[in-house]
């Protein structure tokens, strides 16, 4: 099956600094990575996502990345705010099952 | 568009009793519910697939007697936790699937067994 991998576990930065958080996927079927974002005490909420038939996309401050050929995925957030301080799951899909593999999960704190 | 609640936002209760979390999908129909579990400082882990009408996919290690999940609709699911003792006590969080892959996550719901 597929496993996701993410670095870091930690991240923290200043505000008004970039912030990159990358994943590795292990199935070549991956073809749909979702990044999501979860608050203390809430469910995980779709910031940006990819396919596999793109290399980059970008919305306002945030970016992702991919490459199929070393199946790895980046997300790229600049201009950092205290209120973008929460973790940050990537995650990996094939057609078949709908189903989702989650990475561990990066914990973003942003220092005003 | 793509909302998801989830109901009850938080649970206490005595050990033995059922518990019942609902899920509904606000703006789309969800051919595909997911329910996952979340232990603190932890990722998804992910309890059942369910497709409306039909019986629930359980992943390894998950009891399906202990864990009753019903998709009696294309917007409603239900996880009913049976029999709750102490270490049921979790994050329950569910999400509809809009297709292409796409899974919208509810609120979550905070269940604590006394």
């Known amino acids: ?62 970016a992702v990345t991919l490459n199929k050929t070393a199946k790895h995925f980046s997300l790229h957030i600049t201009e950092t705010q205290p209120e973008d301080s929460a973790v940050y799951f990537c995650a990996a899909s094939h057609n078949a099952g709908n189903m989702l593999t989650f990475g561990g999960g990066t914990r973003l704190m942003v220092k005003p | 568009g793509a909302v998801v ?7 206490i209760c005595k050990s033995g009793t059922s518990v019942k979390i609902e899920c509904r999908s606000l703006d789309f129909q969800a051919t595909t519910m997911f329910w996952y579990r979340q232990f603190p400082k932890q990722s998804l ?9 039909s019986k629930a996919t359980y992943e390894q290690g998950v009891e399906k007697d202990k864990f009753l999940i019903n998709h009696a609709s294309l917007t409603l699911s239900t996880l009913t936790v049976t029999s709750a003792h102490p270490e049921d ?26």
């Open chain 1, 1 to 62: 099956g597929e496993n996701v991998e993410q670095h870091p576990s930690t991240l923290s930065v200043q505000e008004g600094d970039s912030a990159v958080i990358k994943c590795t996927y292990s199935d070549s079927a991956s073809n749909y990575f979702p990044w999501y974002k979860q608050e203390l005490g809430k469910g995980p909420q779709l910031i940006i996502d990819i396919r596999s038939n793109v290399g980059e996309k970008k919305d306002q401050r945030i």
């Open chain 2, 5 to 11: 609640s989830q109901h009850p936002s938080r649970v």
């Open chain 2, 45 to 53: 882990m992910l309890m059942a697939t369910s497709n409306e009408g």
């Open chain 2, 89 to 114: 006590s979790s994050f329950y969080i569910c999400s509809g699937g809009r297709g292409r892959n796409e899974q919208f996550f509810g609120p979550g719901t905070r269940l604590t067994v006394l």
